[in-house]
């Protein structure tokens, strides 16, 4: 299927902010603006958010969280379908969403249709399919307890969105929350609110219920930090990056400056790249010092820098030495530096012989200052759930026998009786002034047929041939010839066969039943 055309100039269906299901300016009535970065132009206006907007909104996700609401007594699989349904609506309207992402983030139309959407839509359906499969332990415990563990939602979450992958980290976030049923707060960053603000519809469209996910466009410092604060919020979120307008233009350039006064060698670019937008040629230099302000800030634009060296220990002293540890990689076909790098290195991830390669099935995090928690994967759950752990005290529990009829057991005690008395009057009487018979078979261990229980027919290498209402008993002591016994319920015994100096060594017993 090939790249469709990007719809230009998609029309912005919704700029207000999204609380209880509902579209509503904001308290204060401002607004600010929203700009394309590849030409510097305002796109929309949109209602402006703050710490009053904040409070409404975690009123509504406390009502949807309560213990009795629609969306807390929802079975987890329908939580699951609402998942699956908001990942079909975004895939249905994906050209304009991607038309929508690229005139307010910037990035190539390719990028927002090829890898932002489809990504969106596969991280909704992975955690879908989680809803109805996170489940608790039972766990042994000495004495007379009993214990398990359950998950639950941890709460009302805020979440703040970066620039950089607007419509991607959204669901990054949203996804595994509202997985585990928990409710939402959502603020996205000022630059790009634009694909949030049309997710929040598309939700309720799939009918997620009033409160579950509110959506409050504004600025960090007044709407993020009114989120951050907020004591009924149970969770933050918050997936922080530099600005994407004029002042981080400015700072990319003044980097490049400094590295050219320091000492490294500019290999090419540098520059600003045309008259309209905040775009600079992508940049590459050589012979950089690690200690070199390029060598060391994040630089987050067009600007490479490239580093000598003659070790592996100098590569992993240097690749440590920051205070972040998000991601690295390694270029090698040599697999004892692979696993030295890789051992070595303080990273949440990292790449050999390749890069920036991401699933919704892998965690995805860092060391260090580049954050706390993993997202996506299994371990993206762990973020968004509580685990309770109960304990039973069962003393003196009962323990279910099964039921025997009276007469059941009678068969079984005449029965033992049969058989006990079949095999007594087969074994030749003991010498005189020794135990008495009864004594000498059950209790003399030499004896190899009767145990002490009287029940129980004990024979070395027997071999039962046939059980039912005829009992054959089989025994081979290697003897040169056979003897046998037959014994009848009547108790009649015959035995015959050469070889038999003790009167029975083999034994075939039939006791009718």
Same mark, same amino acid.
């Given at each position: ?35 394309? /970065?590849? *030409? ?28 009795? @609401? ?139 219920? /009033? ?82 302000? !390029? ?27 920051? *205070? ?15 696993? *030295? ?62 039921? !025997? ?5 009678? @068969? ?15 074994? /030749?009487?003991? /010498? ?18 009767? @145990? ?11 071999? !039962? ?38 009167? !029975?060594?083999?034994?075939?017993? *039939?006791?009718?039943?």
């Amino acid at each position: 299927m090939g790249l469709p055309s990007p719809i230009v100039n998609p029309e912005i269906l919704y700029k207000k902010i999204f609380i209880n299901n509902e579209w509503v300016d904001s308290v204060s009535g401002k607004t600010f603006p929203v700009t394309n /970065p590849s *030409t510097g132009e305002v796109i929309v206006n949109v209602q402006e958010g703050d710490k009053a907007d904040v409070d409404l909104a975690v009123i509504a996700a406390k009502e949807a969280f309560k213990h009795d @609401s629609e969306w807390r007594t929802m079975d987890a699989s329908v939580r699951g379908e609402l998942l699956y349904k908001l990942a079909y609506l975004i895939e249905r309207d994906a050209v304009y969403i991607a038309s929508l992402e690229t005139l307010d983030n910037g990035k190539p139309f390719k990028d927002s249709y090829g890898i932002d959407v489809p990504y969106t839509v596969k991280c909704l359906r992975y955690f879908a399919g989680w809803s109805d499969k996170i489940q608790g332990k039972t766990i042994p415990m000495d004495g007379e307890f009993f214990c398990y563990t359950r998950h639950e939602p941890v709460g009302i979450c805020g979440q703040i969105i970066p620039w950089n992958f607007p419509l991607l980290m959204m669901a990054w976030k949203i996804g595994p929350a509202l997985c585990c049923g928990n409710v939402i707060v959502l603020k996205p960053a000022e630059q790009t609110p634009l694909t949030a603000l049309y997710t929040a519809q598309l939700a309720k469209e799939a009918g997620f219920p /009033p409160g579950v996910l509110n959506v409050v466009p504004g600025y960090g410092p007044t709407a993020g930090g009114a989120i951050s604060n907020h004591p009924d919020v149970d969770k933050v979120a918050f997936t922080g990056s530099t600005e994407v307008d004029q002042d981080q233009f400015n700072k990319i350039i003044d980097l490049i400056e400094s590295g050219k006064q320091e000492g490294a060698v500019l290999e090419c670019g540098g520059k600003r790249q045309g008259n309209n937008g905040y775009f600079i040629e992508p940049t590459v230099f050589s012979n950089v010092d690690e200690d070199m302000r !390029i060598g060391k800030e994040e630089i987050f634009g067009p600007v490479q820098t490239l580093i000598k060296f003659k070790t592996m220990d100098e590569v992993i002293k240097r690749a440590n030495n920051t *205070t972040y540890g998000l991601a690295a990689a390694i270029f090698t076909r040599d697999i004892n530096k692979v696993m *030295t790098y890789t051992s070595r290195v303080r990273a949440g991830t990292i790449w050999v012989n390749c890069y920036n390669v991401l699933r919704t099935t892998c965690p995805f995090g860092g060391f260090k200052k580049s954050g706390i928690g993993r997202e996506l994967g299994e371990y993206g759950l762990h973020q968004y759930s509580e685990v309770k752990t109960v304990i039973i005290n069962a003393p003196n529990a009962p323990v279910e026998k099964p039921a !025997i009829e009276d007469e059941t057991i009678e @068969s079984v005690t005449d029965t033992s009786k049969k058989i006990y008395k079949s095999v007594i009057d087969c074994v /030749p009487a003991k /010498p005189e002034n020794t135990e008495t018979p009864d004594q000498g078979i059950i209790d003399n261990p030499k004896n190899p047929y009767v @145990s002490t229980s009287g029940v129980v027919i004990s024979m070395p290498s027997q071999n !039962i041939d046939n059980v039912g209402d005829n009992q054959q008993i089989n025994e081979d002591t290697g003897n040169s010839g056979k003897s046998e016994a037959t014994c009848s319920d009547e108790t009649s015994c015959s035995k015959d066969g050469p070889g038999n100096e003790q009167g !029975i060594q083999d034994v075939d017993v *039939t006791t009718k039943m």
